[in-house]
């Protein structure tokens, strides 16, 4: 028979095959780190996520794309959405696709296989559900602020006001549905699309916490002087 090669790059494996297996054919091995920071970026950037499903000829994602506990076959696609893991580096060379899924795999070296540049301005930046405020800000190029974000946690329950003009300056939310403080653990300052939370705790935000539900998490990435906040004035 004859010997059928493909290039090196994004290359699909269909139920049954690792990527491990998939690589065999283009002569370089699986890239289980590349392929992790496609995964990453499924949290980050959908519209960049879905592009290299797309010009690695795999799937459009019409269904859109879906994060959660998806083991370590993502970023896969089932042919109508797309996967990715909230777990960090969650992806192997070795799992089998199964079912209606076909893996996204890595074939060679970071160069072999792009990704698309995603840069986000640092400042305040939005986290999205299974996202964490380090993962949000690793397109802005800068780290997450921890102590910012707890600042600004503070201040929800001082003046609402305040807090609100931040979330609207960022382009997150208008707080339609006002302020609320209360156990809210870790992952505040957020908003659920309507209503914006704080937490009674000081210093309770963290960088690593993921948000879920319906949550955006608002995250500081950068010094101070990138995430701005309002003067406060009492009497």
């Not at 690695?56 to 269904?63: H, L, Q, T, V």
């Not at 006001?161 to 653990?185: D, M, Q, R, W, Y």
């Not at 935000?205 to 950068?222: N, P, Y």
């Amino acid at each position: 028979l004859p010997e059928t090669t493909t290039s090196p790059g994004w290359v699909g494996a269909s139920s049954g095959a690792s990527c491990s297996t998939a690589c065999v054919s283009t002569g370089v091995s699986c890239n289980e780190a590349r392929m992790n920071e496609l995964d990453d970026l499924g949290s980050v950037d959908s519209a960049a996520f879905v592009s290299v499903f797309e010009s690695a000829g795999i799937s459009s994602c019409p269904g859109g794309v879906l994060g959660g506990s998806n083991g370590d076959v993502t970023p896969a696609v089932d042919g109508v959405t797309c996967y990715y893991d909230d777990a960090a580096s969650s992806s192997t060379c070795e799992a089998l696709s199964f079912g209606s899924l076909t893996r996204l795999c890595c074939c060679g070296d970071d160069t072999d296989c792009p990704l698309p540049e995603t840069t986000t301005s640092p400042g305040w930046v939005g986290a999205s559900s299974g996202a964490s405020c380090s993962t949000a800000c690793v397109s802005t190029g800068v780290s997450c602020n921890e102590a910012r974000m707890n600042e600004l946690d503070d201040l929800g329950s001082v003046d609402s006001a305040a807090f609100v003009s931040v979330f609207e300056s960022a382009g997150i939310s208008s707080c339609p549905g006002g302020v609320l403080g209360g156990s809210n653990g870790d992952v505040t300052p957020a908003v659920d699309g309507v209503t914006c939370y704080y937490d009674d705790a000081a210093s309770s935000s963290t960088c690593e916490a993921l948000s879920f539900g319906s949550l955006t998490r608002l995250c500081c990435c950068g010094d101070d002087t990138d995430c701005p906040l309002p003067e406060t004035t009492t009497s």
